[in-house]
């Protein structure tokens, strides 16, 4: 039940959007929509605050294996860590830009400014719910594991790098994004945290960031503003071709029976890469290459560490221009899936290729004419990860990415 309220919850935030708005006939009407898009209360909130929602409403997803944590079996824990150092990828990259003379959005003194007030807000609000919260994490290290600091830091900084150079270049925003994905998605491999403290924390580090430039937006005014700040106007009817990164909770709805008990995969987190080219403003061809890591309980007990699940899917998208800011979208793919291998107590499960297939519904929402934020639910199966068992395994990935469209 509490995989299809997290759904429903973010198919009717989006819903809710489209049922206070008129569709018009010109693309360059200025319609209610737009309007209300155009406020600087949802340019703060569009992205940041779905995405904490979403991560909210599965706080409670992993409550046995949280029991089994708290009650002394843990996970693996890992001593390298890589994304110590990941996590700050896209703030060097931020400062290599404008140090070396790149121009960006603002000045030196603006820019400081800006991200010292997101600095500030973020690690503020991360760490505040971590002393309230106190929940623990799945290697038993510490009881801090909600929200995931890394995953906020990284994705403030990814946040910083787009506010600065998005409108150089798309690609920029895009590989700030790649790398705070991955850090996130690491943070669940070496067992540091569920998937809700990933999501959370990404969440935050995105709003945050947004409320930084606004008030600093407000103390600054027009000063420090370079002139070049992307305003072309958003054209409802162009072909959507689009890359984007993605950051998913997958809902595994399958469960085995082994001899020694009942092997069952949690929530976990689905990160990867999903690109699409449009023939027209409807139809296109595209796919995925996403990676899946499923913390699993196995006899009511916690494993020593997660099965990593890796998809690679192509197939038809569809899209419909609700709005020049609004695109809903759909696809129906398939391809290649291999479960990794996973040992339990007594027995060993994963190390299996098989075919799969991806159906999913998504609401893109353009920030710019080549940059918007991209909410989405995937349903998809492939082959038992199980040896000698039959059954598709089944799952659902609700979650958010940052697109760049060409």
Request: a neutral charge.
């Amino acid at each position: 039940m509490k995989t299809f309220r997290s759904i429903i919850l973010i198919i009717c935030l989006v819903a809710g959007c489209g049922l206070q708005t008129q569709a018009t006939e010109r693309a360059d009407s200025v319609n209610c929509f737009d309007r209300a898009t155009s406020t600087p209360v949802f340019r703060i909130v569009h992205a940041g605050v779905p995405v904490i929602i979403g991560g909210l409403a599965a706080y409670g997803a992993n409550g046995n294996l949280k029991d089994a944590a708290a009650a002394g079996n843990y996970a693996k824990r890992y001593d390298t860590q890589y994304e110590d150092y990941l996590q700050y990828a896209p703030g060097v990259a931020l400062l290599a830009l404008k140090i070396g003379g790149m121009e960006s959005r603002s000045s030196w003194s603006r820019m400081i400014v800006s991200d010292a007030f997101s600095a500030a807000l973020t690690i503020g609000v991360a760490e505040g719910l971590k002393r309230s919260v106190g929940e623990v994490r799945p290697d038993g290290e510490d009881n801090r594991s909600f929200p995931s600091g890394h995953t906020a830091i990284s994705y403030m900084l990814a946040t910083m790098l787009h506010k600065e150079y998005g409108c150089r270049s798309l690609w920029i925003s895009l590989g700030g994004y790649a790398v705070a994905t991955a850090t996130a998605a690491s943070r669940m491999v070496h067992n540091r945290h569920w998937a809700s403290d990933i999501v959370v924390g990404a969440g935050i580090g995105v709003l945050m960031t947004e409320v930084g430039y606004y008030l600093a937006d407000l103390i600054f005014k027009e000063r420090g503003l370079s002139d070049w700040v992307y305003t072309d106007p958003l054209d409802r009817w162009r072909r959507p071709s689009f890359l984007s990164t993605d950051l998913a909770m997958s809902f595994p709805l399958t469960q085995y029976s082994l001899p020694g008990g009942l092997v069952k995969p949690t929530v976990g987190v689905n990160a990867g890469l999903q690109g699409a080219y449009f023939f027209n403003p409807y139809v296109g061809a595209g796919g995925s290459a996403a990676m899946a890591v499923l913390p699993i309980e196995y006899n009511g007990v916690l494993s020593q560490e997660p099965m990593n699940v890796v998809r690679f899917m192509a197939g038809a998208y569809f899209s419909y221009p609700v709005f020049s800011q609004l695109r809903l979208g759909a696809k129906a793919t398939a391809g290649y899936m291999y479960y990794g291998g996973c040992q339990l107590s007594d027995a060993k499960i994963g190390g299996r290729s098989t075919a799969g297939m991806e159906v999913g519904v998504s609401a893109s929402l353009l920030t710019a004419e080549t940059f918007g934020f991209r909410l989405f639910c995937d349903y998809g199966l492939g082959g038992s990860y199980v040896a000698g068992q039959d059954g598709a395994a089944r799952y659902v990935a609700v979650g958010g990415s940052a697109s760049i469209y060409f």
